[in-house]
């Protein structure tokens, strides 16, 4: 009896070994969630760090800026990536519910890129001729200098934290109801690229295989592309900051990603991406 008591109690140490120790190994899990403007350069940051610490898993998802902060509140995902600051109904579900006003951290910088097809002669638009066009006070082409034909209007879907952005920054007003809106950027690029008079809006980093419309403030200012100097100096007049919001002040794994996204190796991979450093 009292050898198979032993025997039963080396057992239990081993198994309680085994367990601990596959704890200890599992790699130590960190979600991301949001911005579909940002995925490209998350799922980049994710997996060199990944390379560099094989301790840590790093998961990434799209869906748009308020999928992710939604997902930041009800507690399903870590970082929350943002095209857009939260708003303050939602810092305040976030205090009700955790105590908390969030933590926010600028990690990239963007500038919103209007989108043209390669055979629109249109190369420049304004600020206000933007907004007449994707509210659609300007239906035709002509009417900014192009051709005699509707203009064709592509957009995000309200989740969009650009989708949000641009409407305050450019539309300020209701998008027209022609205007057609798409699950992701890319989509956005690829309805341009195919639609000689279609015209979209998105990121930077998206921008391949279109032409970009330079952007005015006013009809009597220079118009200009976004590119690293014109975010850098403010010239480019839809420049915007890339956020991470967390519930709260990170801390261990997450501390250290974040850390390292804000250092040379991070930043050198936002360039890379076709976005713009915070430094």
């Known amino acids: 009896m009292k050898r198979n008591k032993s025997i039963k109690t080396i057992a239990g140490i081993i198994l309680l070994a085994v367990i601990a120790f596959a704890f200890m190994a599992a790699p130590k899990k960190i979600t991301v969630k949001g911005s579909d403007t940002l995925v490209i ?16 898993a790093i998961q990434v998802t799209g869906g748009g800026s308020g999928t992710g902060i939604s997902a930041l509140i009800n507690g399903s995902t870590d970082i929350c990536d943002a095209s857009r600051p939260m708003k303050q109904s939602e ?13 926010e951290i600028r990690c990239a910088k963007d500038g919103i890129t209007v989108y043209l097809n390669d055979a629109n002669p249109v ?11 994707f509210t659609g006070k300007i239906k035709n082409w002509k009417e900014v200098g192009g051709p005699d034909a509707d203009i064709k209007l592509y957009g995000r879907e309200n989740s969009s934290g650009t ?21 992701g950027t890319a989509a956005v690029v690829n309805a341009v690229k195919n639609d000689k008079y279609g015209i979209g809006y998105g990121g930077a ?8 419309c330079l952007v ?20 480019y007049p839809i420049s915007r900051y890339l956020y991470m919001y967390l519930r709260n002040r990170p801390s261990g794994d997450i501390k250290n990603y974040i850390d390292w996204i804000l250092g040379p190796e991070g930043q050198k991979l936002v360039v890379e991406a076709g976005y713009f450093p915070v430094k």
């Open 41 to 56: 350069l998350a799922q980049r940051w994710a997996e060199v760090y990944m390379k560099s610490h094989p301790e840590v």
């Open 91 to 103: 810092i305040d579900k976030l205090k009700e519910r955790y105590g908390s006003l969030g933590v």
């Open 123 to 133: 190369k420049e638009l304004s600020i206000k001729q933007l907004g007449g066009i």
């Open 163 to 183: 989708y949000v952005f641009f409407q305050e920054n450019v539309v300020k007003g209701d998008y027209a109801p022609s205007c057609q809106t798409l699950p």
């Open 205 to 212: 980093a998206y921008s391949k295989g279109i032409k970009q």
């Open 216 to 235: 005015k403030k006013d009809d009597k200012s220079t118009a200009y592309p976004p590119n690293t100097e014109t975010i850098k100096n403010g010239t």
